[in-house]
Structures are given as structure tokens and as C-alpha cells.
């Protein structure tokens, strides 16, 4: 039996001293790449292999399940469908901008009033049904699942008597769907295409990005004869 000959291809090293992207036609030149999946820039100008994957945050653990978008750096920032930022456990809700709808109820059915809406939206952090029940002794609500208790004066009911439950529903609807980018820079990540950026060490908000524009350092050009002379425009006059 004859065997086929194989012409091995001859071995050579290229420098590659540039780096030109991600290239996706039929041929790309010289220091392009079609996929780095594997790749980082993580030694940049140099580039290097990614590290290996490990586990960063458990989704099971994160309170909310509505993921939106990851990212982060050395720890995971999740944001969610609701506009809450998740950070090492902790959460900034209502970082884009939204539609908030509030109401508290008792067991019967009968609505109680809200008089003050901040500080309540301030102890809820996603939408979804609250329970707290009342004591009487301390003057405060305190939430079934163990969050921060409100003062007794935050929900108003008519009457209170102790060990009153009532129902709180949140729920907090944005103004733009769709997915988003996370952008991170140093401690800070910066949301698109909302404009929000958010401190993730602290763990608070900052205004909206707003573009600028620096006209004092363009350029003004002149025509001008060949010896230097400028001209200036006329009417048809001369």
C-alpha cells in the first residue's frame, strides 16, 4: 500500500508590532485577528491570553434575577430590568431614569396613605410586594423579610394597632428598554446609552454625562495671498 506525500509547509516568524483589530473579511493583513476570544489586553501594548475563568458573583445570590447587563473588575456590578445596580451585595436602585408607582394597603383591602414617598422608596430597592407589620411599642414598621424598618409616621393606615400588617406594592417601570453597555473607569462605571455613571465603591449615583465642546481651542483659518496677506470678502462691487 502506497501512502499519499505530504509536503509540510515551510515554518516561519513574523513580528507583529502592531496590532490592526478584529478583522471579519475573507482576508485580513498581517497583525489583524479574526476572534480573541482568548486573548486580553490586559498587558496592553502587549497582547496576552486571558486569565483563567473563575466564579466572580453567584446570580442565585444576586436579588435580583432580571439581569440587564455585567461587567466590573476584580468584583461583578450587575444591573438589572428595574434600574437597580448590584455591587458586592449591595444595591443603588433607581439609577435610570423611570416611572415610580407606589401604594400600601392593609389585609382588608383598604388603602393606607403614604405621606412621605422618598423616605420609603429609599428602604426598597427592587419592585416587587412588601409586608410590614407594625410595633407599637417601638413606633415602628417592620418589614417580613428583615430590611430596614420604617418609622411608624412613613405609613398611615388611619389607625395603628400593633402587630397591623400591611401591604406595600413597588414597582418602577424605565423610560428606555432594551440592553446596556457598562463602561467601567477606574472605581466608576458609566451606563449606556442612558449617560448614568455611578461610583461602585461607594455605591452612589452622579449626575448625568452631558456632552461638551471646547470651541476656544479650534482652529480659525483665513484666506490669504501667497506673500501672507489676508484677504476679506467684498460685494460685487469690489
Known amino acids: 500500500m502506497r501512502y499519499p506525500k505530504l509536503k509540510v509547509p515551510e515554518k516561519r516568524r513574523v513580528l507583529i508590532d502592531r496590532f490592526r483589530g478584529c478583522d471579519h473579511r475573507p482576508e485580513i493583513p498581517v497583525g489583524a485577528f479574526r476572534d480573541m476570544q482568548n486573548l486580553s ?8 491570553t486571558r486569565r483563567r475563568r473563575t466564579e466572580v458573583l453567584s446570580l442565585e445570590s ?46 382588608a383591602g383598604g388603602a393606607a396613605a403614604i405621606p412621605e414617598p422618598d ?34 409616621r412613613l405609613l398611615d393606615p388611619g389607625e395603628r394597632t400593633d402587630g397591623m400588617i400591611l401591604r406595600l406594592d413597588y414597582d418602577y417601570s424605565l423610560d428606555r428598554a432594551g440592553q446596556r453597555q457598562l463602561v467601567f473607569l477606574g ?3 458609566c451606563v449606556f446609552p442612558d449617560g448614568k455613571y455611578a461610583n461602585t465603591v461607594k455605591l452612589r449615583s452622579a449626575a448625568r454625562m452631558e456632552p461638551f465642546t471646547d470651541y ?16 476679506s470678502p467684498c460685494d460685487a462691487a469690489g
Open 187 to 189: 472605581g466608576w462605571v
Open 119 to 152: 423616605p420609603v422608596l429609599q428602604a426598597l430597592n427592587s419592585p416587587g410586594i412588601y409586608y410590614y407589620q407594625y410595633d407599637a411599642a417601638a413606633q415602628l414598621w417592620r418589614p417580613a423579610d428583615g430590611g430596614l424598618p420604617l418609622a411608624g
Open 41 to 48: 489586553g490586559e498587558a496592553a501594548p502587549l497582547l496576552r
Open 62 to 107: 444576586c436579588p435580583s434575577y432580571r439581569v440587564n447587563a455585567i461587567g466590573g473588575r476584580g468584583r461583578a456590578v450587575v444591573l438589572d430590568n428595574s434600574g437597580t445596580l448590584w455591587c458586592g451585595g449591595r444595591a443603588l436602585p433607581r439609577l435610570l431614569d423611570g416611572t415610580v408607582s407606589l401604594s400600601a394597603s392593609d389585609g
Open 216 to 231: 476656544g481651542s479650534i482652529a480659525q483659518y483665513n484666506e490669504c495671498e501667497q506673500g501672507g496677506a489676508i484677504l
